[in-house]
């Protein structure tokens, strides 16, 4: 799009350039814009087709849904529902992953603010270490881990207990809590802690009354980021909750699938799957811009 | 233990009247604060994390069955022993493969989609985004919220060869060769199918995260690119994708840790390995060897060798991002 006319000024140059290139652009922007949205289009349907067709399947007999992966469910009941809630456990499962996910969630992010606070605004020898630690952390993966840590639990006396889930849990939620929490800290002023430790307020009262209230938008970031990574946990409670009355939902729905296909009743696996979206769908409905900003926030530092 | 307290002292006695110093080192309040915020966290991390991980280098060396405590230090030979497992070496193969092409899959999508939403918009004014794009961010970010179990759950339905969703579209469409078609049960279609659903639960979250960087870049470069002449697939190549570089590097490591584990989806999609353990990956063998075999200390000898391609592959993306240019600083 340069032009090579010496004659004319500068001026007539960029004026004819940006009309040419306008008139153009205009008919490209169209096409751009459509083929764009015809992709996006196509993409969007290939998330919301299966989940729908999930939807669906969820109110069809077996038989049904092995008849025709199209046709309508002939009844329009919730027996899958209720054998999925009560059969299958799901309810149970449910019952346990909230006390679970909300026990660790509660540990890891007390803690983790706790430490980053001190490892942001305290200098002290092996602090450093600490952090550096908590990057290992970060990196290594669980399953390097998982099998001294099945005899770490088990030789606790906690191994197969909600109580030892929820704090392995909050252990393995640490490392990314406090690294994001101590760059939340960094960022804070100094001068207010200063003047509540003048003011004669101890260290605890500053960081309860002083510090945490100024790092609240940093704590609902991390706790939203913890409770999705929670929530889908899977092989720690796979690995070291194997008692079924404890299960959490995502090793109970791993086991419904794999048993279904001897006792055989896929509507009700259907319909399993639509009861664990489905509070999850209206939450992030209603928290959509926060999460995306809490993701955004997260990683982009 | 030294405090702040020095700096702060002095900091406040530059505007006002002396403050009195404080001598409260070993107050009971300094005291319990240090041990209650700074030992319950660390040594609870040093008990599950750290230790776990320490115990695991040596347990590789062992022979340990788990069930017994007896145990025989044999230094490296279940490292051999690994190179001639030709199973063992199978999964190797399918999560280097994984490693590979998830990322780079993934992460292309996400940025293309991102910088058509946000840069999309037309090519005369301000620059501007797509318009109405806010739906798309919203529905392909949902499969984030589903615990991956879910998506590989429902996936391998819509995979099913007779009642599946797939082979149903395919056969209205008049492909007659996609009847009872088993998309996991084929060695040559497993992986494939497999990786597919993990983009398909991935892109969305990553195109959130490139949209939030792009839109952190100055208005005025993408400006400047466009008088000089650049379109738009030049300037996602030639300004987006250096100037956000660090949060790619991110990205990418993320996305390679997640690509050597995929346990997860592999217990819903492929739990046995698949055809000819065509899908089967490290970790998979990992656990079964460790918690169906019980042979703990041959399994930490993969765990350890799973850490260490873990950390080579982030070797490398560091090496490469520095190489064409980059900082070398960490974006956590």
């Known amino acids: 799009m340069t032009t090579t006319q010496s004659e004319a000024t500068p001026a007539v140059v960029a004026d004819r350039a940006s009309t040419r290139t306008q008139r153009r652009s205009r008919r490209g922007d169209r096409t751009v814009g459509t083929i764009s949205h015809v992709v996006l289009v196509i993409w969007t349907i290939l998330i919301v087709v299966p989940l729908l067709w999930t939807l669906m399947s969820s109110f069809k007999t077996s038989k049904e849904i092995f008849a025709s992966p199209f046709s309508l469910p002939t009844r329009f009941n919730f027996d899958n529902y209720v054998s999925a809630w009560t059969t299958a456990g799901i309810g149970s499962y449910f019952v346990n992953t909230l006390i679970v996910v909300f026990g660790a969630l509660i540990l890891t992010m007390l803690f983790g603010a706790m430490c980053s606070y001190v490892l942001a605004r305290f200098e002290f020898r092996g602090n450093r270490a600490i952090y550096y630690l908590m990057l290992a952390g970060l990196t290594f993966p669980v399953f390097l881990a998982i099998v001294p840590l099945f005899f770490v639990l088990k030789n606790l006396g906690i191994l197969n207990t909600l109580p030892g889930l929820i704090v392995t849990y909050a252990a393995f939620a640490l490392p990314f809590t406090v690294f994001f929490l101590f760059a939340f800290f960094k960022t804070l002023s100094k001068s207010m802690a200063e003047a509540a430790s003048i003011d004669g307020a101890g260290e605890w009262r500053t960081f309860f009354q002083i510090m945490l209230p100024q790092a609240r938008p940093g704590l609902a970031t991390v706790t939203i980021l913890n409770f999705v990574g929670l929530w889908n946990q899977f092989l720690l409670p796979v690995a070291l909750n194997s008692d079924p009355k404890n299960w959490v939902l995502t090793q109970g729905m791993a086991a419904f699938s794999s048993q279904a296909g001897y006792s055989v009743n896929f509507g009700a696996l259907f319909a399993a799957s639509i009861l664990v979206i489905l509070p999850v769908l209206v939450v992030y409905l209603i928290f959509q811009r926060q999460l995306q900003g809490s993701v955004s926030i997260g990683t982009n530092k | ?332």
Request: net charge positive; no cysteine.
């Open chain 2, 1 to 332: 233990m030294t405090s702040t307290d020095t700096p702060a002292t002095t900091r406040s006695g530059v505007s006002g009247p002396p403050v009195r110093r404080r001598r409260k080192k070993f107050s009971f309040d300094r005291v319990s604060f240090f041990v209650v915020f700074l030992g319950i966290p660390v040594v609870g991390y040093l008990i599950f994390v750290i230790w776990p991980f320490l115990q695991a280098f040596y347990y590789s060396l062992t022979d340990w069955s788990g069930f017994s405590p007896d145990m025989n230090f044999i230094g490296l030979k279940n490292y051999v022993n690994l190179f001639q497992d030709s199973i063992f070496l199978k999964a190797v193969g399918n999560s280097v493969t994984l490693l590979i092409v998830l990322p780079f899959v993934t992460l292309v999508i996400a940025m293309a989609f991102a910088s058509i939403i946000v840069l999309g918009g037309p090519s005369n004014g301000p620059i501007r985004g797509l318009k109405a794009s806010s739906l798309y961010r919203v529905v392909s970010f949902f499969p984030y919220v589903i615990p991956a179990i879910v998506i590989a759950i429902i996936w391998s339905f819509v995979y099913d060869p007779s009642a599946g969703l797939l082979n149903g579209i395919l056969q209205s469409l008049g492909g007659n060769w996609a009847n009872s078609f088993a998309w996991l049960g084929n060695p040559r279609t497993a992986l494939v199918s497999v990786i597919f659903v993990i983009v398909w639960g991935l892109v969305g979250f990553y195109m959130v995260l490139f949209i939030a960087s792009i839109k952190g870049v100055p208005a005025e470069i993408y400006e400047a690119a466009r008088i000089d002449g650049a379109g738009r697939f030049r300037t996602a190549i030639s300004i987006t994708v250096p100037l956000i570089r660090d949060n790619i590097q991110t990205a990418y490591i993320y996305m390679g840790i997640l690509a050597l584990d995929a346990f997860v989806y592999m217990a819903g999609l492929e739990a046995g390995g698949g055809p000819g353990n065509s899908t089967l990956v490290i970790s998979q063998r990992l656990f079964t060897t460790a918690f169906t075999k019980g042979q703990f200390g041959y399994a930490s000898a993969m765990g350890v060798t799973l850490a260490l391609i873990t950390l080579l592959f982030a070797a490398v993306v560091f090496a490469v991002n520095r190489l064409t240019g980059g900082t070398n600083e960490v974006s956590e």
